[in-house]
């Protein structure tokens, strides 16, 4: 789950990390009201979640009321796009007013979960500012990296190697030290996946401070953490995808026509997989889990269908513990309860799958059968073919 930059700069600052003083608003005229709180040169922020807003003019900064009053104007109740947000942009309905910084250096600072390793990586270069993808290709050997062993957790001197490697004075060292140690505290104690600050900046008055801070969280850890839980802003997300997790569903939406409905993350990548491969496009993954109740069954329906682009439903399931006729038995229920008209392709493999099968084949529904994955996968993308 991600969060605005206000929210989380407001948790790294109970984590002794420094950030430039601010507050939030709502329309052009508590932006001017916020400015004059704040007294001088401000910087206005549209909150969306997403990265290189400054490129997309997503961050402006205003000398006065009259400029306060149109950048706060130009961003508000529009839809900012960004490289990393698709064509179809994040609604701005926030924005942040902070005081302006004197920027002398941005450093790039990043807290990741590192798969491999299995432990937390902080990634550093001295060309922040940028995208970490744009240093990496532009400036790899500026990057340092540092593992964190998680018996001990972070140690202070690997912050102090991470500042030395970043070639800042001594003295800038001393501040910079808590704030990346405040990061990698908020990183544990939170449950978060990713904290980027780009830029942390050092400024022209020598103080250390975090410009930007991006913030996300292990949505498994959320039960434990309702005051994280609370910052969610479900008008950021893709809709499809709010629906299905708040019924408990584990979906990812993509840009296809095909609705896949499958149990276990590995059968759902394979199926994509296999979709691909027969010239067609998924429309989601979705995993409805080992179980596969009649109720979970129609959830998913009902999640799928929610997406406009779909013109036929692969459905397949592998039921090892589970049975495949109680699984048939769920699909037809299901495709009858929402008067489903769109192709529904079925593929079941395992426990009771002959007896499955008839209750497909005997429902009277024009469910479409299939025997392997990958005659599932030609049906499916013939039928969507056959739609469109
Ligand atoms: P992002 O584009 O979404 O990553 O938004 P950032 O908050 O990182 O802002 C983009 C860029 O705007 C930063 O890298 C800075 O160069 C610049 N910027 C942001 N705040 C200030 C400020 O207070 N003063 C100045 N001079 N530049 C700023
Ligand atoms: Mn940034």
């Known amino acids: 789950m991600d969060i605005h930059e206000y929210q989380a700069k407001e948790l790294l600052t109970k984590f ?12 052009p005229e508590q932006a001017t009201y916020r400015a004059s709180e704040l007294g ?14 400054g490129k997309a003019g997503g961050v402006k900064l205003c000398r006065n009321e009259r400029e306060i009053e149109e950048a706060a104007e130009s961003m508000l109740g529009r839809k900012l796009v960004t490289h990393q947000t698709g064509p179809a942009g994040k609604l701005v309905s926030r924005l942040y007013i902070e005081e302006a910084t004197n920027i002398d250096r941005e450093i790039y600072l990043g807290f990741v979960m590192d798969r491999a390793s299995e432990r937390i990586v902080v990634v550093a270069s001295a060309a922040g500012g940028m995208d970490i993808e744009e240093i990496s290709a532009t ?31 001594p003295d800038i060292v001393n501040k910079l030290v808590p704030a990346i140690m405040g990061c990698y505290r908020a990183f544990r104690d939170l449950d978060a996946m990713m904290v980027e600050i780009n830029p942390l900046v050092i400024t022209k008055e020598k103080q250390v401070l975090a410009l ?8 498994n850890a959320l039960f434990r953490r309702p005051h994280i839980a609370e910052l969610r802003d479900k008008s950021q997300e893709d809709p499809r995808e709010t629906y299905a997790s708040d019924r408990g569903l584990s979906y990812v939406g993509l840009d296809g026509d095909i609705g896949c409905i499958v149990n276990g993350a590995g059968l759902a990548m394979a199926t994509l997989d296999m979709i691909k491969l027969a010239g067609g496009e998924p429309a989601n993954f979705l995993d409805i889990g080992g179980g596969a109740s009649p109720e979970r069954v129609t959830k998913s329906f009902k999640a799928v269908l929610r997406d406009k682009n779909v013109r036929a439903i692969l459905v397949n399931v592998f039921a090892g513990i589970n049975r495949c006729d109680w699984v048939a038995k769920g699909v037809v229920d299901a495709v009858k309860e929402l008067d489903i008209k769109m192709p529904i392709v079925v593929r079941l493999a395992g426990t009771n799958v002959e007896e499955g099968r008839k209750i497909i084949d005997n429902s009277g529904l024009t469910v479409i059968s299939a025997e392997t994955l990958a005659d599932a996968a030609k049906k499916a993308v013939e039928a969507a073919k056959k739609a469109a």
């Open 40 to 53: 001088g040169p401000v910087v206005v922020k549209a909150q969306i979640h997403s990265g290189a807003r």
């Open 212 to 219: 930007d801070a991006k913030m996300s969280f292990d949505e």
């Open 139 to 169: 400036q790899p050997d500026t990057i340092i990296r540092v593992t964190v062993d998680p018996a001990v957790g972070m140690q202070q001197f690997q912050a102090r190697e991470l500042a030395f490697g970043l070639g800042v004075d």
């Open 16 to 27: 002794g990390v420094p950030i430039p003083r601010g507050g939030l608003a709502y329309s």
